[in-house]
């Protein structure tokens, strides 16, 4: 597995094939009642995400500022067409795992990086899922590398200083949120200036 990534590129590298089992269903009804756990969820993005390079073009702010916002893909829709980009990956994480193990408490990890051009379009913000266990914080759902899962953590800092050496790119802020929904207050800020130290 490379340890850096491309960070003129949001799509991902390469492809995790791990050693846990791959459920499929016939239905996103018939998964939820297969899948048990984050690791099963995660497997089976691993096998089947594919990055939608057009669709990240029409997401980025250069594009929503000219055509106004975008319907992002529902669970059902995804696990139909497991296509898409980060937002619609750590949507179906997010609401996935609620649905098969809510005691793991999954959000949405909103990172805002340092803005970058692709093909003409500003992109800066990349979505991932988060969950806890036993107090450790574990990360998914993400479309740069689709089947990893990241973990754990003793807290959500430390997987993000590890995730932008990774990437590549500076990061701006971050903050967990129960929505990918703009209009949802954010759980936790935590915002980098320009020494690097969170304010």
């Known amino acids: 597995m490379p340890t850096a990534a491309d960070p003129a590129s949001d799509a991902p590298e390469y492809r995790v094939a791990g050693s846990h089992e791959v459920k499929d269903a016939p239905s996103y009804a018939e998964a939820l009642t297969l899948w048990r756990s984050a690791e099963d969820l995660n497997a089976w993005i691993g096998a089947k995400f594919h990055y939608d ?17 975008i319907a992002i893909h529902a669970p059902e829709r995804f696990f139909v067409s497991p296509s898409g980009v980060c937002v619609d ?16 408490r999954p959000a949405y990890l909103m990172i805002e990086f340092e803005p970058v051009a692709i093909g003409g379009n500003v992109l800066r913000r990349h979505w991932i899922a988060v969950f806890e266990r036993e107090g450790q914080r574990y990360f998914f759902g993400d479309s740069k590398r689709p089947g990893h899962l990241a973990g754990p953590y003793a807290s959500t800092e430390d997987f993000i200083a590890e995730y932008a050496r990774y990437r590549g790119r500076r990061i701006v802020s971050f903050s967990e949120r129960e929505s ?6 954010a759980m936790a800020v935590r915002r980098v200036q320009r020494n690097g130290d969170a304010e």
């Open 53 to 69: 390079g057009a669709r990240a073009m029409q997401l980025s702010e250069t594009q929503r500022r000219a055509s106004g916002p």
């Open 89 to 104: 990956l750590a949507r179906f994480a997010v609401e996935t795992l609620k649905s098969i193990e809510q005691s793991a």
């Open 180 to 185: 990918y929904q703009r209009r949802v207050r």
